[in-house]
């Protein structure tokens, strides 16, 4: 990627804020680096058109190992001389004890921990119950928003019944209702993000966040086991491991890294908005961000066509989603 060449952006959803089509998650990756280097990192990512950043509260106190990535990111950004207008925010809100759990304290926690007195974007957690309520749960979303604590918010693997459901109860309350849908996508897992249900979604005005695009890193040619990675849908992960060696190959033939392969692939969906990912280095990254070349290079026709082989998903994997 040259260096006078930024980062381009497109709208979350309808009503959403102008993300960067690339944005870096937080999932243990500060607690994993050098502090100089992770500042450095930062501002070379913002300086190049990132401005969309994951940053959420990880482990729950008493049975998950304390986790420090998001008050990290916090210093992170004041060392980097990075202005709170300059990047978007984007937290998790989970849904495990919800309601007991409110949503505003769940976002005052990660505020404070991340140093800012809003979120631009906030992603709901999996649904792990059958009795949600979504029209509470939408209400509740509208009263944050209304009061500038919150700028708009998505969904994490949600079906997407769940999210058309939701929308419509949004709307009803007053919200735009759910900006963007956070879905495991890459060449190999492919069912939900390309299948007709979420097809509808999108065409409402919902945008797609890929998510676990390298799959824990076995796509970029790593094991996967030396961290923890997500979960499984399908139970196809030994697959992915087979289709990752003629990733690398394909890559190889394209003077690429199965690592941009995989990342130009995403966006090529028509509604993707912005590609999430990890990096924990600077030539993590900008390796990274050269997957942007490498899609311009390649063309989206012609990637999709040369990756379909390695979509393992297929027919596995119910595209109505969890």
């Given amino acids: 990627m040259s260096n006078d060449r930024k980062i381009p952006h497109r709208r979350l959803g309808s009503a959403g804020p102008e993300a960067s089509v690339l944005s870096l998650g937080s999932w243990h990756t500060y607690d994993r680096m050098d502090f100089g280097d992770a500042v450095k ?47 978007l925010l984007s937290t998790k809100l989970w849904l495990e004890g919800y309601p007991e759990h409110s949503l505003r304290d769940q976002l005052a926690n990660a505020l404070f921990r991340v140093g800012a007195d809003h979120a631009d974007v906030a992603v709901l957690g999996d649904i792990r119950s059958d009795d949600l309520d979504l029209k509470a749960l939408a209400e509740d979303l509208a009263a944050l928003e209304k009061e500038g604590l919150l700028g708009c918010w998505g969904v994490n693997n949600w079906s997407a019944t769940a999210v058309r459901t939701i929308r419509e109860h949004a709307l009803a309350a007053g919200s735009p209702g759910p900006q963007l ?20 979604v999108f065409a409402e ?25 997500g979960r499984d849908p399908g139970d196809i992960r030994p697959r992915i491991h087979e289709a990752a060696r003629g990733i690398a190959d394909l890559a190889a033939s394209l003077d690429a890294t199965a690592a941009q392969l995989c990342i130009a692939f995403t966006l090529t969906h028509p509604s993707t908005s912005t590609v999430l990912f990890g990096s924990t280095s600077m030539q993590q990254l900008t390796d990274n961000i050269a997957a942007l070349d490498v899609l311009e290079r390649v063309g989206a026709s012609e990637l999709r066509t040369l990756m379909d082989p390695f979509w393992v998903d297929r027919d596995i994997v119910d595209p109505e989603g969890p």
């Fill in 41 to 87: 990192m930062i501002r070379h990512a913002v300086d190049s058109g990132l401005n969309m950043f994951d940053v959420a509260v990880y482990g729950i106190p008493g049975i998950h190992p304390p986790v420090f990535t998001d008050v990290l990111f916090s210093a992170i950004v004041r060392a980097a001389g990075i202005a709170r207008d300059d990047y």
């Fill in 181 to 200: 849908a956070q879905l495991k996508y890459s060449p190999c897992r492919r069912a939900i993000p390309d299948g007709e249900p979420f097809a509808a």
């Fill in 205 to 229: 005005g919902v945008s797609l966040q890929a998510s676990d695009v390298l799959e824990g890193g076995i796509l970029a040619g790593k094991s996967g086991e030396s961290r923890q990675v």
